[in-house]
């Protein structure tokens, strides 16, 4: 299949475009899309698909989620946007009480397939409300997968399965990785959730890594290269489910784990990944295992001050090493 | 009351009020009897609201209800085994034993749950009429909801939404004067919802809730309003909730007046002495009762005979994909 090299943001684009046409059941509704959304993830959907698919809503964020669910319940397959992850707030007891919990409660009578778009991460210095990376939240909840991809083609094929599942899907759009560009295949085939990305290969160190800050990530780890440590990089893309075989896989060769998260560290999923190395390998086999993450503390706005709280390729390096010589 | 209906649309309501009026009962008696486990929210005294309502409805109309909604569910269509079996957690019930009273369903007859937050059925009512409009359905929403929901957000969003949209979705505000244990005109500022609707563009209608004719009548035109496509409708129904916010709550703070006045207002009484009036004999509506109980009786019965759900299903009905397997946990 040819591709075609594209910014994330437009791959996410196509993605939902290839799939509004191939089922007219499919339709977003949420703030400004049909102006095409805030970055542009809905660009020109409303000259194709109409006001009826394509519907701007009133800020009103737990009508535009609980709405979204209902319509699901009548055999349609909404794609809810909300904006930026942390207006999600408005919308709780819709996502968390409503969707998670209705085909459990109702003994499987009710599917409901949605899909709920949420940019999160830090960005531009939108500062405390509009900066979150609170995905680990979400993994705790049953009933939702969790999609949290870092490259355009992965974007595109999670959002692609995200909107076929019967299952609801919290899809978290890295916003601040939409301009990086990447190779997207024309015919854009559905990835399977819980399946990780081997980012790159190597014997010495196992790297974890999800969503925005996978760039530096990939960053750190040429640097460690060059410096003769030789990382495995896993990139997981859906937290829930999570590709336990792969990094417990990885981590039996290299015996050192570094989880690296945008989120704060405390009780963030690096917590769990590391928790679950150490029991399915026994702690004998696993020489060093450490969390790189936020201090726990919002996130400012200044620059500098923003620059203070933010994971960067100095600093994962500095952790790799510490992990080498635990 | 006006008595406009012919003598077997009166029948039939009040055919459905008995019956919801004894499951509730028999309900009650269970869950004092300690084998209804959990709370239970009955709505006997507003059995004229569901009622008027849901008869006016077909199958393929979908509601939504809240946290006291087996008259709603009854009134739909619902299956009483399957709903006393689910309020007793038995093997059989709605929902396999995992939602209870407070979050009865049956998707089978367009009812669409109850819910245990007050005012979330309101977004999913509005977004099922937004769903069902797209599709070129000719159903529309039915949306439950106490006074306490006009105090919370979605109730704003919903009707703003519906009215925007001009959405095939009816609001039903089942207004008996108490948000909880707390009378409703202390927390509510302003004329009430009647207002609020009209503020946000949705037309209402405002009647004695427990006047089963009324609801059906003014049922019946906004039903066709919304069906004939000119958008949301709201009918208010002032109606009296005779037993407490639960099944544990005595509801002592009540002025005893208060609910002694109610009584002689109760829905079901009221349409009785209407079908006297019409030539009903007094024993053929005994009948009715008699008959609605019994089936109420035979429904506890079989829920208490059910067998309990097995463990595994606990497991079951969560996602598809990223599922947790069951291993046995007693085991």
């Known amino acids: 299949m ?12 196509l993605a939902a ?23 542009g993830q809905y660009k020109d959907f409303l000259p194709e698909f109409g006001p009826e698919r394509v519907v701007s809503t009133p800020i009103s964020e737990s009508v535009i989620m609980g709405a979204g669910l209902g ?21 709780m007891d819709e996502l968390v009480n409503q969707i998670a919990k209705i085909r459990y409660m109702f003994g499987g009578q009710a599917k409901p397939s949605v899909v709920v778009r949420m940019p999160h991460g830090i960005w531009r210095n939108s500062a405390a409300q509009h900066s979150q990376m609170l995905e680990a939240w979400f993994v705790h909840l049953p009933g939702v997968i969790v999609v949290t991809p870092s490259t355009p083609a992965d974007a595109a094929g999670l959002l692609v399965s995200a909107i076929r599942s019967d299952d609801p899907v919290l899809f978290f759009d890295p916003k601040n990785l939409f301009p990086l560009t990447g190779e997207v295949a024309q015919v854009i085939e559905p990835i399977p959730f819980g399946k990780a990305r081997t980012v790159r290969e190597g014997r010495d160190l196992t790297l974890v890594s999800w969503s925005a800050i996978l760039p530096a990530v990939e960053q750190a780890a040429a640097t460690l290269a060059a410096e003769g440590i030789a990382a495995d990089v896993i990139d997981l893309r859906t937290l829930w489910p999570w590709d336990e075989a792969a990094v417990c896989a990885s981590v039996e060769k290299t015996g050192r784990l570094l989880v ?36 726990r503390i919002p996130v400012p706005f200044s620059p500098p001050l923003e620059d203070a709280v933010k994971v960067t390729p100095a600093k994962i390096v500095a952790a790799a090493k510490a992990v080498m010589a635990g | 009351m006006q ?3 012919n003598v077997q649309r009166l029948l039939d309501l009040f055919g459905t009020m008995c019956r919801i009026r004894a499951f509730e009962t028999a309900a009650l008696n269970a869950h004092k009897e300690g084998v209804v486990p959990g709370p239970l929210h009955v709505s006997i005294g507003q059995e004229g609201v569901a009622t008027g309502v849901c008869l006016n409805l077909a199958t393929e109309d979908r509601i939504t209800s809240n946290h006291r909604g087996h008259g709603h569910a009854i009134a739909k269509g619902a299956g009483v085994q399957g709903m006393m079996r689910e309020l007793f957690g038995r093997d059989g019930g709605h929902c396999r034993g995992k939602g209870g009273s407070m979050h009865i369903a049956d998707f089978s007859v367009g009812m669409l749950g109850a819910n245990g937050v007050v005012s979330g059925g309101i977004p999913i009512a509005v977004g099922a009429a937004q769903g069902l409009k797209m599709m070129r359905s000719s159903a529309i929403a039915v949306c439950f909801f106490g006074d306490g929901a006009i105090n919370r957000g979605p109730f704003l969003e919903g009707l703003n939404w519906a009215a925007l949209y001009q959405l095939p979705v009816l609001f039903i505000c089942e207004d008996n004067g108490v948000s909880a244990f707390t009378a409703t005109d202390t927390v509510t500022a302003g004329p009430g919802v009647m207002a609020r609707a009209e503020a946000l563009g ?24 919304v069906r004939a496509g000119k958008g949301p409708r709201l009918l208010h129904a002032r109606t009296f909730r005779i037993t407490g916010h639960t099944s544990t ?8 007046a208060s609910v002694e006045e109610a009584k002689t207002r109760d829905p079901i009484d009221r349409l009785a002495v209407v079908l006297a009036e019409r030539g009903i004999a007094a024993a053929d509506l005994d009948a009715v009762r008699k008959a609605a ?39």
């Open chain 2, 3 to 5: 008595s406009t209906h």
């Open chain 2, 249 to 256: 709550d005595a509801a002592a703070w009540r002025d005893p």
């Open chain 1, 260 to 295: 690296v998260q945008e989120a704060v560290t405390a009780a963030g999923f690096g917590a769990e990944v590391v928790s679950t190395v150490i029991e399915r390998l026994g702690p004998a086999r696993v020489k060093a295992a450490r969390r790189l993450g936020a201090p």
């Open chain 1, 2 to 13: 040819s591709g075609q090299s594209v910014t994330l943001v437009e791959a996410v684009r």
């Open chain 1, 17 to 39: 475009l290839q799939e509004m046409r191939r089922d007219p059941t499919v339709w977003v509704l949420g703030e400004d899309v049909a102006r095409g959304g805030l970055y």
């Open chain 2, 202 to 225: 949705v037309p209402g209608v405002s009647v004695d809730g427990n006047d089963v004719m009324a609801v059906d009548e003014a049922a019946a035109r906004l039903v066709a309003e």
């Open chain 1, 71 to 91: 319509a699901a319940l009548v055999g349609t397959r909404p794609i809810i946007e909300m904006r930026i992850f942390d207006f999600v707030m408005c919308a």
């Open chain 2, 293 to 331: 109980r019994e089936e109420m009786d035979a429904a506890v019965a079989d829920a208490k005979a059910a067998p309990w759900p097995q463990e595994a299903i606990a497991y079951e009905d969560v996602q598809d994909v990223g599922a947790v397997a069951y291993s046995g946990v007693s085991a």
